[in-house]
């Protein structure tokens, strides 16, 4: 029916969490991901911030996306992790460290803002993440994570992102994430919105 829309399939986005889920979860994960056409599988870096984790711990995550990218590669899917708070890859030093411990061609990684994040601290992470830059969540939280507003709101901020993104090599997606108010009435404003953005950079 997607297809049928004249739409494409962007991601599969699992909760496989690395190092933390079983390890033959992902093959049904996998099986999903190529069901959907999915070109790649969100996947979580772990379940602990960068900076409480240990060093045998980063090396048990960064061992099973490894793992699991050798396992995507096989059926032409890439693997991007999450970039999230309470993950490895929570700020882009830390998944930086993690993409390249874990060290496949087949890893990627997600972007979004953080909350009250300087739209220049953004732009330097995403010219940190470029070489593995996958999808980027799109949203407007501002200043905190209580404070969800409608896409318009952050106009401003994202035609810089945007613009950033669109002048890196290769092609990804922007994917709409939380709507204000969980109101679809606010989720198809906000996809306008982003329609506009895209079409005038």
């Known amino acids: 029916m997607t297809l049928q829309a004249g739409l494409r399939v962007a ?25 959907l056409g999915a070109p790649t599988i969100r996947v979580w870096s772990g379940i602990q911030s960068s900076a409480q984790a240990s060093c045998s711990y980063r090396q048990r995550v960064a061992e099973d996306l490894h793992r699991i990218a050798a ?34 061609l087949n890893l990627r990684s997600y ?40 896409l318009d709101a952050g106009v401003e901020r994202w035609r810089r992102f945007l613009s950033r993104i669109k002048a890196m090599p290769g092609d990804r997606h922007a994917l709409l994430e939380f709507t204000c108010n969980d109101d679809p009435g606010i989720f198809l404003r906000d996809a306008a919105t982003l329609k506009k953005m895209l079409h005038d950079e």
Do not use: M
Request: contains cysteine; aromatic residues 10%; glycine residues 4%.
């Open 11 to 35: 991601a599969y986005g699992s909760y496989y969490r690395a190092a933390e889920s079983e390890g033959a979860s992902f093959d049904a994960v996998l099986a999903t991901a190529r069901a």
């Open 71 to 104: 396992k995507a590669a096989e059926q032409h899917i890439t693997v991007s992790c999450e970039f999230h708070d309470n993950t490895l890859t929570d700020t882009a030093p830390a998944a930086l460290e993690i993409l390249r411990l874990a060290d496949h």
């Open 111 to 150: 972007w979004q803002p953080r909350h009250g994040q300087p739209t220049e601290t953004g732009l330097d992470e995403l010219d940190q993440l470029s070489p593995w830059l996958s999808n980027v969540h799109v949203f407007h939280w501002w200043p905190t994570s209580a404070d969800r507003l409608p």
